[in-house]
């Protein structure tokens, strides 16, 4: 039937095909389902709709934010959920569901074009579901090029690094994908797989399963090895000394961290951490390991450091006034970060609230820092070899306030009383007399030469005693 249509039909076809793959954002819609910052400084989880016809947004995006309340409520991301924004783009498909390609299923057939994605479950368990490019079809433009081609219409300042895209596919069949590391892909009839899917693609972890999949690269992953030595084992910073290694995978071993036989599509000779984990059976909940891994991988793509003030690095002073230096920090759900403040690489005690003020002439003049230390102390991380989970904001102080001392008193052989100021006084010095420290009356105004001033006081023997000061007019 196909070989009997009219050559003009099949032009339009084409032509509409094409207008299609080539303006995928002008048909899609966007909506945001979580806010919690700017995009810059947050993992933004942006969830696609595959497999939802016209007239089914509304359901999408009631999937969509259920998708997002599992998300959020997984460790770690739980404990880190003002780290992420929520959006959903709704992109309407031909057909509502899938394609499944296991022999005897509807549709059997791959077709460009059926859904919006053209996501297809594989031929053999029917659980596993990609985009192109992958075995169906080798065109990364009929899949995951629409993925990237709507984040880039939608957030075309922002960097990808910053992006995890995820799909749900509107079908009953449970199942779902990373799509080699791009994309958590996951049927609605269960999203805690986009959880598992995640723990792929923001955190390279690997699978745990035990079952055998014949030509699958042997790359270990930071939940993956085939080392037994305790000091070979990545993860060993949470294995105690009287965990036996291997690990048994008993009753008694199945809340510790060990190392646990099968994983990375093996049944033997690879080795996991926990007995059970998400990245195992996706209805658990990651393992302390892939729970760190995690936390890295969010502190990879976020600063705990929002904004600061002042927001210059290096600032000139030429007043002993009181500054104020203050941090905006993105905080977790149940800690505090925790803050230190120093002067020229040295804490200042009980300086470790996000706000610090601090006099500056204390510093003495010349080139000063301050630096104020952020880190998050999370139990969920033991070894942070990048030191991901702490910044450091430095500023510079140029400090040049007026400081006047008074040395070389002397009495004169005429009666007189003389000193000399010497110090730093763009705006002159005024010198001050008093009796009782209190009441101070003005002698002289004048500026310094090459750093000093000379000053003479001829009546100061007909006065008992008398106090001096220099200091700079307000
Ligand atoms: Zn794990």
Known sequence: MKKNLPPSFLALVWLVVCLHAALPARSASFATIVTNGPATNRINLVLFSEGYTNGQMGSFLSDATNAATVFLSSQPYAEYSNYFNVFAIFTNSAHAGSTHLVPGTIPGAYTNGYTYFNSSYDNYSDFFITLPPNATDASYSHGQGKVDSLLQNYFSSISTNNFMAALLVNDLTPGGSDNSGNAAISSVADTRIVVHESGHVLGNLGDEY?????????????????????????????????????????????????????????????????????????????????????????????????????????????????????????????????????????????????????????????????????????????????????????????????????????????????????????????????????????????????????????????????????????
Not at 237 to 264: C, D, E, K, M, R
Not at 278 to 305: H, N, S, W
Not at 452 to 474: C, E, H, S, V
């Open 210 to 474: 035990t079952s055998a999949y014949l030509g699958y690269p042997d790359v270990e992953e930071p939940n993956t090895t085939t080392n037994t030595a305790y000091s070979l084992i990545k993860w060993n910073a949470w294995i105690t000394t009287n965990t036996p290694l291997p690990t048994p995978n008993s009753t008694i071993y199945q809340a510790t961290v060990g190392l646990f036989q099968g994983a990375h599509y093996h049944t033997s000779g690879w080795y996991r951490p926990f007995a059970n984990c998400r990245m195992q059976y996706y209805g658990d909940a990651f393992c302390p390991v892939c729970q760190e891994t995690l936390v890295l991988a969010i502190y990879a793509k976020t600063r705990p450091v929002e904004t600061r003030s002042p927001a210059t690095n290096s600032l000139t002073i030429t007043l002993n006034q009181m500054l104020t230096f203050s941090l905006a920090l993105l905080q977790p759900a149940t800690h505090s970060l925790n803050v230190q403040w120093r002067t020229n690489f040295v804490a200042i005690g009980g300086a470790t609230n996000p706000v610090l003020n601090l006099l500056p002439a204390p510093l003495g003049n010349g080139t000063n820092r301050v630096d104020a230390i952020v880190w998050d102390a999370t139990d969920l991380v033991r070894k942070d070899t990048k030191n991901f989970l702490k910044q450091t904001n430095t500023w510079t102080l140029n400090v040049a306030v007026p400081i006047l001392m008074i040395d070389s008193p002397k009495w004169q052989t005429n009666g007189s009383f003389t000193f000399r100021v010497t110090g730093t006084a763009p705006a002159g010095v005024v010198i001050q007399a008093s009796t009782n420290l209190t009441q101070w009356t003005p002698l002289k105004t004048n500026t310094l030469s090459n750093g000093q001033l000379f000053y003479t006081n001829l009546g100061a023997a007909a006065i008992p005693r008398r106090f001096y000061r220099a200091k700079t007019p307000p």
